[in-house]
């Protein structure tokens, strides 16, 4: 059996750190155990190449990469969501002999699924593995905006000393409301990590009302417009999939109904906020912060706005490239539910319902979308 | 009578940002209230001067100040923590009219205070006013520690995107051991914000237990030897005060005792931990990261090596000037809290117990070491 995994290059960092599992080097700790199975197991890194052009549509591997040759009969494709190979479906016509696409990480959306349905390949993730991760990501990127860190360390690192400067746009987290767009395996989990500070309320937008004892659990309180949550919002934080339903749901109409001077967090998916949008909002001071892992295309190009955007006092900018869900720890988990994802489909066993978004034709998760 | 203050630079920042309360320009808000009532006001600002050479001695006003000349006849002496005005005990000998220091903020070591004690000059603070606010920078600093979040903020600005680079030393703070020095106000905030992370254990030092539903509340273990202590910890916060038995309580011989690669984060003050030896344990590899806001010296000194400092992947630095207890949010508190420290005074009306640190010729807590 033939399995294409389509990593990311990690260089002399992989050697030297042999717990970068989700890199080409370290084979997501597959490889013998693949091929002492009589498997074939391709590594292949994800071409990197910048666009000159930022644009939301997908981007495309080159038809001579090594993702493009080895898809046409490779049965089983692995793919992260942080270089993802972006599986689209003119790739799939091409794809004749796939079956299993399996994502180590959370967040298929780089999958052409309703593709994927109607070839009946099945859609995995490893769910859980890395919900930690980002849900801390997002706490340490919601305090790190409203007490406004990043200018402060660039102040010190420069040999200056204003705290006034730093001060007049630092505040507590405490007494403020935060919201979470999307109360699922992540948002839930950030607003557990938030309980503790104080917050003068915590909001959710969901499509559907959290059971009643997980709501008590986190004194939550859902609202049901969207425009009326992000108003009543000091902290907006993105937790829910990309898919059509989602994609550029921040955008420029619904900025319009943020608090003034708001602080976004998105780890979600980039493409979930508007770029040109967020960045105007953030120059204007419409937001105070915005801050994230996840661009709306991967790797970000070297001038994509984001990199560079600040608020007018010329800070409020947290962005990082997309790791929050691929820590070591995180690597370690997800390389083991990828392993156990492929140990289940080598012997016909069933798959754990909670990892499969795409079973035989069908979706099975209500997460992309699908209502 | 005449009330003195030693407040910061606020600059063009505190003429467009009048919540900046704690400098000189905007004045605690104190002002027209004093003067409304026949007082004197002098609103002065430390002078900024960087010492060519860093050191662990106090940092002294040049003696033709405002400070020097002011705290000749001065009754009421108002400081911050933030850019102090230290007041040494041969300038409390200067001081002849002075009977009550007021800190706006937390933390009075850079009062000389044994010696406030012999001439019966009160010390109060505005206990409480930002202890939260420090709270929330600590788990903020460990997040961002832990995580790796400085070299891949660094990363996005310059135009790079390597994940693997970040990722090798990215980590969770789930399932780590996390430990503070102090589990006083500050330590047991830290505590509190913790418990949902499920680190693998919380521990503390401290010269006394924490009461049973305190220690029950955070699942928090006491460790009574400070090096047993330090050698469980993979991340170790500081948060007592500075008095001769912390001062420099981090020292050389402290870091051998600490696991591989912790990472450390004091907000405290910073001649608790040596300079030096930090210094040289981050280059090495013994910790993996240094966050705080706090100097041996303030404001820190254009080549204060913790400006740079980094470890061996050329991260791990989180500092930034001391500015995590004057968020807007703490600068009403503690203005507030002068005000009515300053109020009972004048009225001659008993002062809250938890504002006192000096009474009339003795200690009344036993947070500076007095046991």
Chains 1, 2 share one sequence.
Request: a neutral charge; aromatic letters at 8%; charged letters at 25%.
């Amino acid at each position: 059996m033939k399995v294409l995994a389509i990593l990311y290059d990690g260089g002399e960092a992989a050697v030297q750190e042999s717990r970068l599992l989700g890199t080409v080097e370290n084979k997501l700790g597959l490889k013998e155990w693949l091929e002492s199975q009589g498997h074939e197991f391709i590594g292949r890194s994800r071409i990197m190449l910048f666009k000159d052009q930022c644009s939301s549509t997908l981007y495309k591997e080159g038809p001579n990469s090594d993702f493009q040759k080895h898809i046409v009969d490779a049965e089983v494709l692995i793919t992260t969501p942080f270089h993802p190979g972006y599986l689209t479906r003119d790739l799939i016509a091409k794809a004749k002999n796939l079956k299993i696409c399996i994502t180590a990480g959370v967040g298929s959306d780089h999958i052409d699924l309703n593709a994927a349905v109607d070839r009946r390949i099945q859609v995995l993730e490893v769910s859980g593995s890395n919900v930690v991760s980002v849900a801390e990501h997002v706490v340490m990127s919601i305090l790190l905006l409203v007490r406004n860190f990043v200018p402060a360390h660039e102040m010190i690192e420069r040999g200056d000393w204003q705290v006034s400067d730093i001060a007049r746009n630092a505040f507590d987290l405490e007494g403020k409301v935060v919201g979470t767009i999307g109360a699922g395996r992540i948002g839930y989990r950030v607003l557990q990590r938030l309980v503790p500070f104080d917050c003068k309320e915590l909001i959710y937008y969901d499509y559907a009302p959290l059971p009643e004892a997980a709501a008590k659990a986190v004194n939550a309180r859902r609202v049901e417009d969207l425009k009326d949550f992000v108003s009543q919002c000091d902290v907006v934080t993105v937790n829910c999939p990309l898919h059509e339903g989602t994609r550029g749901l921040v955008n420029a109409e619904l900025l319009k109904h943020f608090k003034k001077g708001a602080w976004l967090v998105n780890t979600a998916r980039g493409a979930i906020c508007d770029k040109d949008a967020v960045a105007a909002a953030l120059a204007d001071g419409t937001l105070s912060g915005y801050s994230g892992d996840v661009w709306n295309v991967q790797p970000a190009p070297k001038d994509h706005i984001w990199r560079t955007m600040k608020n007018p006092l010329g800070g409020g900018n947290g962005m990082v490239p997309h790791y929050s869900g691929t820590t070591l720890d995180a690597q370690i988990r997800y390389a083991n539910g990828v392993k156990s994802i492929l140990d289940n489909y080598f012997k016909g066993k069933e798959q754990e319902a909670q990892n499969i978004i795409i079973g035989l034709g069908r979706y099975e998760t209500k997460a992309y979308g699908q209502r």
